[in-house]
């Protein structure tokens, strides 16, 4: 009897012993062997591939950028070149005194819509706000108009209330002297100014670029600077023909002298864009090369360490097998 209760008892016992989940028996293997039954090595080569993969298509984009950079520079570099004709002789004329003093001034930063383009949006804005700790005082006020995307997104963090007037996506288009007069006649429009101060990058090659300011005076200032003399006061020895005065046609000369500088400042702005652009996404290009070589090394390394310890093993083992015999 006392026998027969205990084969039932081991009936009922059976299923929970072999009930056990595997994992709940201690293992005699260490942690860093199981992960090689598991197939770490395998899951890390495959990484190095993936990652591989994505620097192959970053540097074949950073190359597709470089090329579109240099036809967009061919195709603006001789307009900015013949654009430079324009605001000379205004400058012959007028003159540009960029460190007048005046009440009203008006800083107009010129910027682009995208980056990846080095550091020539960070440069023109830094000039910019040079330009407005020159300029501000108890008696004088001083604006700013951003032309451009990124510029526009860092100077609203701490200038939100010194900007009169953003315009963005001027360089959706190709640029023209028309498209260029409209923003310069919404400029004069919408801000009250002593004088005009264009910040923009001037372009010298594909790899130098110059910050430039341009300097242009309202009629009344240039009116008041002829008066008092100086190379202004040449003004007087013309003769002006018609029924216009003296008032009207300097009224009519700073309205042509700043859409001609700003015509010209948006071209060379364009210009240098394009060049760091250029140059930005040739480092990237050549450091996504480095990066692959270095990946190379790194994948052929792990799999042939990996190909070598599977022969080990398979060695051992067959050798074990003999043994065993």
């Known amino acids: 009897m006392a026998m027969a209760v205990f084969r039932r008892e081991g009936r009922r016992l059976l299923p929970s012993i072999a009930a056990r989940p595997i994992a709940a028996i201690r293992s005699p293997l260490s942690s860093d062997q199981e992960e090689g039954l598991l197939g770490v090595r395998s899951i890390s080569t495959q990484v190095v591939r993936n990652r591989m993969k994505s620097v192959k298509n970053i540097q074949k984009i950073t190359k597709a950028m470089k090329m579109v950079a240099a036809s967009k520079l061919r195709a603006v570099q001789g307009r900015a070149e013949n654009s430079r004709g324009l605001w000379q002789p205004f400058t012959a004329l007028l003159g540009d005194n960029p460190s007048i003093d005046v009440k009203k001034s008006v800083v107009v930063t010129l910027s682009s819509d995208k980056g990846l383009c080095g550091g020539i949006n960070s440069t023109v804005v830094k000039v910019s706000r040079a330009l407005y700790k020159l300029n501000s005082g108890p008696e004088k006020d001083v604006k700013f108009v951003i032309v451009g995307e990124k510029a526009k997104a860092i100077m609203f963090r701490d200038s939100k209330n010194d900007i009169s007037l953003s315009v963005t996506e001027l360089n959706k288009n190709p640029l023209n002297y028309a498209q260029v007069s409209v923003l310069a006649d919404d400029i004069l429009k919408n801000v009250e100014f002593d004088a005009l101060r264009i910040v923009y990058n001037k372009f010298h090659s594909v790899v130098a670029f110059l910050p430039t300011v341009a300097t242009v005076l309202s009629p009344e200032i240039i009116e008041k600077e002829s008066e008092v003399g100086g190379k202004l006061g ?10 216009e005065t003296k008032g009207e046609i300097l009224q009519n000369l700073a309205e042509f002298q700043f859409s001609c500088v700003m015509f010209n400042a948006v071209l060379e702005n364009a210009c240098s864009e394009m060049g760091a652009r250029m140059s930005a996404m040739d480092s990237s290009s050549r450091n996504a090369g480095e990066m692959l070589d270095r990946l190379t090394l790194t994948y052929n390394r792990t799999r042939q360490a990996s190909i070598t310890t599977e ?9 074990a097998l003999e043994a065993a015999k």
């Open 311 to 319: 022969l080990i093993e398979i060695i051992s083992g067959a050798s």
């Open 234 to 243: 040449e003004l007087d020895s013309y003769e002006i023909e018609g029924g």
